[in-house]
């Protein structure tokens, strides 16, 4: 009877240590810091997943969202009020803000930023 027990929980560790494989969503751990990525990148991150971006602000595209473009692609950002603190920003002026993916249907929605500054 130990055998048995002994051996049904070295297969359970054996399935829980198994890594994510390649092409998957990360999921973001609770109190995880941002990293940086690509808005190629954020198409593989879990609704919540904190980031950081660096690129341009290229428009308004209505009373607080923006469109965002780097390298990689452009991203609709999703910036409050009171996030801007009175920063002025011109269309090409490169930015770099911490923000949160926010996911809808399993779809990339927007990045809710939550601190943004020149660069």
């Given at each position: 009877?130990?055998?048995?027990?002994v051996f049904a929980v070295l297969c359970a560790?054996?399935?829980?240590?198994?890594?994510?494989?390649?092409?998957?969503?990360?999921?973001?751990?609770?109190?995880?810091?941002?990293?940086?990525?690509?808005?190629?990148?954020?198409?593989?991150?879990?609704?919540?997943?904190?980031?950081?971006?660096?690129?341009?602000?290229?428009?308004?595209?209505?009373?607080?969202?923006?469109?965002?473009?780097?390298?990689?692609?452009?991203?609709?950002?999703?910036?409050?009020?009171?996030?801007?603190?009175?920063?002025?920003?011109?269309?090409?002026?490169?930015?770099?803000?911490?923000?949160?993916?926010?996911?809808?249907?399993g779809f990339v929605n927007?990045?809710?930023?939550?601190?943004?500054?020149?660069?």
């Open positions: 009877m130990k055998k048995l027990l560790c054996a399935a829980l240590s198994a890594g994510a494989d390649e092409g998957e969503e990360i999921r973001p751990m609770r109190g995880s810091e941002p990293k940086f990525v690509t808005v190629a990148d954020v198409n593989n991150l879990w609704d919540g997943t904190p980031v950081i971006m660096r690129g341009t602000i290229v428009k308004a595209l209505s009373y607080e969202r923006y469109l965002f473009r780097d390298a990689t692609g452009e991203i609709v950002l999703d910036i409050n009020w009171e996030i801007w603190r009175g920063i002025l920003i011109n269309n090409n002026e490169q930015v770099e803000f911490t923000g949160v993916v926010q996911k809808v249907h927007d990045v809710a930023v939550k601190r943004i500054k020149r660069i």
